[in-house]
């Protein structure tokens, strides 16, 4: 069986041109979440504008919370819970995935490589590397979703 998270070398992707480019997962950045199909991947302009429309949510949440614990009141209490598990949570995660991100952009600049802009499902980018010969090697490890058979598989 499977796992749902494949342990893999490379993710692939394009960048504003045809090109396909291969990626490590921390190469990949805040796109590396789910790195198939073909959609745009998530802009860092977009999340640092949600980071920062969170910052007042994250920090009054807490206090509302507090508020409501020390007056005993429980229906604040419980709005104070629930917007601070979703605000402050939230804008954890968000300053994390901008992290990740910061950290990823550094790693592609220095091999040259562009923002993964569009994801590739293996059998696409298989197809581009053998066509375009690169330091990929075609192997199952490399492509692990590729759903033609590799010359050393039996059929």
Do not use: C
């Amino acid at each position: 069986m499977r796992s749902i998270i494949v342990d893999r070398p490379y993710y692939y992707a394009t960048g504003m041109e045809r090109t396909v480019y291969a990626y490590t997962q921390d190469e990949w950045g805040i796109g590396g979440s789910q790195p198939s199909g073909n959609y745009s991947v998530h802009t860092t302009t977009g999340l640092y504008i949600v980071t920062i429309l969170m910052t007042i949510p994250a920090i009054v949440a807490p206090l509302v919370l507090i508020i409501g614990v020390v007056g005993l009141n429980i229906l604040l209490g419980l709005f104070g819970l629930v917007f601070t598990a979703l605000f402050t949570g939230g804008w954890l995660l968000a300053i994390r995935s901008l992290r990740r991100e910061w950290k990823a952009s550094k790693l592609r600049r220095l091999k040259g490589l562009p923002k993964p802009r569009f994801a590739l499902n293996d059998d696409k980018a298989r197809s581009w590397f053998e066509a375009n010969p690169s330091g990929i090697a075609i192997t199952r490890e490399n492509f692990p979703d590729s759903t033609r058979p590799f010359p050393d598989e039996s059929i």
